[in-house]
Structures are given as structure tokens and as C-alpha cells.
């Protein structure tokens, strides 16, 4: 087992930054890929970014490119989210998650082994 923790949302105005953090438990955190998926109200969870095990291979969605960083920290256990320049539509419940197979990034949260309990991320214009 996986435990994920996110944290570092919080209320923000359109511009701004924030950083989130998902620090893992359980197993050996070089071992998986993670990913980073959102949830706005009313809509389906969506993929982010995702990082492989060793941090060289990194995507993200079209949405937030350029605007986006997924790092990680493998000696503490831990991924981030640098998000920059946020918009009002940045709005959402933001999750991290971890995938088994290490060495491939993919968007779809079925492949995903272990997922974190959210984080609440509120751009207001």
C-alpha cells in the first residue's frame, strides 16, 4: 500500500501561484510514476501532468503547459505542483496519485494504483 497526502491549496486570485504537495508513504516512492488529476463541480476528474520515476519524463495537459511544473523528490518522498498563473477555470479538487508501472506517464486515471484525499484549489477572478 501507498499512502498519499496533498496539501498547499487554498484560496488564491486569478495570477497568482500556488504549490502543492503530495508526500508518500508505504513503499518505496521511487517506484512509481505519479500523476496529479483535478475535479472542478460538475465535471469529470481530469489528468493534470505526471511525472516518471526518475523525472525525465513529464506531460501535461494542454491547458496548463506553460504554466504548470510537476516535480519530485524522490529522497523526501514527495511531488509537487507548481502552478503559476492561475485562472478562475484552475478551480478544482486536485488529487495525486501513483502508478506501478514507474517508467510510463499516462492520462488516464485507470492506471493509476493509489490516489491521495484532494486538495482544494480556489481561483477567484
Known amino acids: 500500500q501507498v499512502q498519499l497526502v496533498e496539501s498547499g491549496g487554498g484560496l488564491v486570485q486569478a495570477g497568482g501561484s500556488l504549490r502543492l504537495s503530495c508526500a508518500a508513504s508505504g513503499r518505496t516512492f521511487s517506484n512509481y510514476a505519479m500523476g496529479w488529476f483535478r475535479q472542478a463541480p460538475g465535471k469529470e476528474r481530469e489528468f493534470v501532468g505526471g511525472?516518471?520515476?526518475?523525472?525525465?519524463?513529464?506531460y501535461y495537459t494542454d491547458s496548463v503547459e506553460g504554466r504548470f511544473t510537476i516535480s519530485r523528490d524522490n529522497a523526501k518522498n514527495t511531488v509537487y505542483l507548481q502552478m503559476n498563473s492561475l485562472k478562475p477555470e484552475d478551480t478544482a479538487v486536485y488529487y495525486c496519485a501513483a502508478r506501478a508501472n514507474r517508467f510510463i506517464v499516462i492520462r488516464d486515471q485507470r492506471g493509476y494504483d493509489y490516489w491521495g484525499q484532494g486538495t482544494q484549489v480556489t481561483v477567484s477572478s
Open positions: 511525472i516518471n520515476w526518475t523525472g525525465g519524463s513529464i
